[in-house]
């Protein structure tokens, strides 16, 4: 029963084009999403979080769009970078379920930006 | 800066055999977690810690076992290694409860692979 999902597992983008990284999620109670970035060999960094009080939140080259009604969210990287290059995970938590946050990862979705 | 610490980034057990994974953090983090990275599947919750001496249960608990005697460690046991659980463990912190504020996010340690044959 996967509550997030990345239904693409991989993207290719020129450089200096949009990427766009889509989540769908299934569980209404979540009301926190993030975005985490991970390399090869490395634990996940995080890069963006939304509100579901919230519709879009910016940050430098990525934005976050949160769609409630259709229970999807996605990622915009503008311009795209070489270094972008990464697996990108989208995660939800319900705060309303509690101070433990767990939070529930989709599978991924590994970014490549050719240069 | 060191972050969230794990040792060892390698590792090949027998079946049958225990290991401990080791998380440090030095951020005096309350909160403490550990996940496991399947090939092609997200992170799943092994157990959870909220301080010292509380530990609980997450999405993937069997075989596995925590404890957290101090706010900086969070040792994962693995008593009877079974193929199973081949997988990479990833160790998290973070200072309060995810969704408490926008700014909460959970800081990754470098991750320990681990084989059993």
């Known amino acids: 029963d996967q509550q997030v999902k990345q239904n693409s597992p991989s993207l290719s983008v020129q450089e200096g084009r949009i990427s766009i990284l889509n989540c769908d999620y299934t569980n209404s109670m979540f009301d926190y999403f993030l975005w985490y970035k991970k390399y090869p060999a490395e634990g996940p960094t995080f890069l963006i979080s939304i509100s579901s009080i919230k519709d879009k939140n910016e940050d430098g080259r990525f934005t976050v769009f949160l769609n409630k009604s259709a229970k999807h969210l996605s990622l915009h990287i503008v311009p795209s970078q070489p270094g972008d290059s990464a697996v990108y995970f989208c995660?939800?938590?319900?705060?309303?379920?509690?101070?433990?946050?767990?939070?529930?990862f989709g599978t991924g979705t590994l970014l490549a930006v050719q240069p | 800066n060191a972050g969230v610490t794990q040792t060892p980034k390698f590792r090949i057990l027998k079946i049958g055999q225990s290991m401990t994974l080791q998380c440090a953090q030095d951020m005096n983090h309350n909160y403490m977690y550990w996940y496991r990275q399947d090939p092609g599947m997200g992170l799943k919750l092994i157990y959870y810690?909220?301080?010292?001496?509380?530990?609980d249960k997450g999405e993937v608990p069997n075989g596995y076992n925590v404890s957290r005697s101090t706010t900086e460690d969070f040792p994962l046991r693995l008593e009877l290694a079974a193929p199973s659980q081949t997988s990479v463990y990833f160790c998290?912190?973070?200072?309060?409860?995810?969704?408490?504020?926008?700014?909460?996010?959970?800081?990754f340690g470098s991750g320990t692979q681990l084989s059993v044959l």
């Open positions: 995660a939800a938590s319900s705060f309303r379920g509690g101070a433990t946050n767990k939070l529930i």
């Open positions: 998290a912190s973070s200072y309060r409860s995810l969704g408490r504020s926008t700014n909460e996010k959970l800081f």
């Open positions: 810690s909220v301080g010292a001496g509380i530990t």
